[in-house]
Each structure stands twice: as structure tokens, then as C-alpha cells.
């Protein structure tokens, strides 16, 4: 166990010491207000939980902290995602609405909060208004003959690409 003078040449050289030497040494001090101390600092070392993952990995980026301009384009990156993935849920959550589908899960997770995994479309009564904008006009398309379309539309020449399960090529992440 370090001693008192290691533990403070260690503070004066930038490097955190270790709580529990720390609290340690200080148990045996004579002074009683020392060892009062010592108990508090036992108490919680502030050391994270050798489980707790999140701690780790903040401990990990304290530790090889990336330089002002790497960080910037980092922090700016991780806005950019955050605003796509709320974008994404915003749609997501409408269209769960006009569909009457769990806007968690889809009827995709058998531990959803809240439908137990029976949330496809239809599981709940769809949202009139939003039906009527955004299904009700492909499925009038849908109907619609191509040969034979009504005087004056046009049919449009885009064609969306099949939806394919997986990531996104939408956004590098």
C-alpha cells in the first residue's frame, strides 16, 4: 500500500490515486476528523461498477481523449444522427398512427411495453386524419389502372426501390 508521501507525489503529478489507498491510509491517521473522512470516502469510492458498461466507456474516453478537432467533428456527427433518428421516429410514429400499429415495435417485440408484440397495423383504431393523408392516396394509386389513368394526370415515372430489412444506406454512421 502507498504511503503518504507516494499518493501525494502521484496528485502533484496529475495522476488520480487510488480511493481505496487513499481511504485506507487515512483510516489509520490520529487525527479522528482524518478517519471521519476515510469512512465518508469508503463509502463510495467513485469508482464505477466493474458491470456498469456506460462507466467504462466514459472512463475509456477520459482516458484517450481525442484532440479539440477530432471531438468537434465528433459532437457535430452525433447531433446530426440524433436529429435523423428523431426525424425517423417522428415519421414512424405517424404512420403507426394512420395504420393503427404500436408506434414501439410494430407487433415486431414480443417484450413491448406496450403490445406485448400485436401491434402490426390494424391493432388499434387507425388515426382517421392521418389515414386519409398519407394511406388512403396509395392505395388509390394502387387501384388505379396504369393504362387506363383519368384525362390529365400524368403517371409518374418514379418508381420507389423495394424496402429491404437491414441498415440504411441513407446515412454513413
Not at 122 to 139: I, K, M, R
Request: aromatic share 4%; glycine share 10%.
Amino acid at each position: 500500500m502507498p504511503g503518504m508521501q507516494e499518493l501525494l507525489q502521484q496528485m502533484l503529478s496529475g495522476q488520480q490515486p487510488d480511493p481505496g489507498a487513499m481511504s485506507a491510509l487515512f483510516a489509520e491517521h490520529e487525527d479522528p476528523r482524518i478517519r471521519l473522512m476515510a469512512q465518508f470516502m469508503g463509502q463510495d469510492s467513485g469508482a464505477p461498477d466493474p458491470g456498469d458498461e456506460a462507466a467504462e466507456v466514459e472512463a475509456e474516453i477520459l482516458r484517450d481523449a481525442l484532440p479539440p478537432s477530432d471531438s468537434l467533428r465528433l459532437r457535430r456527427r452525433i447531433r446530426h444522427l440524433t436529429e435523423e433518428l428523431h426525424a425517423a421516429q417522428s415519421i414512424g410514429d405517424t404512420l403507426a398512427a394512420a395504420l393503427g400499429a404500436c408506434y414501439l415495435c410494430w407487433g415486431e417485440d414480443d417484450d413491448c411495453e406496450l403490445c406485448d408484440g400485436h401491434g402490426q397495423p390494424g391493432w388499434c383504431e387507425p388515426d382517421a386524419e392521418l389515414f386519409a393523408g398519407y394511406v388512403a392516396p396509395a392505395v388509390a394509386r394502387l387501384q388505379q389502372p396504369s393504362p387506363g389513368l383519368p384525362e390529365g394526370s400524368e403517371e409518374s415515372s418514379f418508381s420507389m426501390p423495394r424496402a429491404s430489412v437491414g441498415p440504411s444506406n441513407r446515412s454513413e454512421i
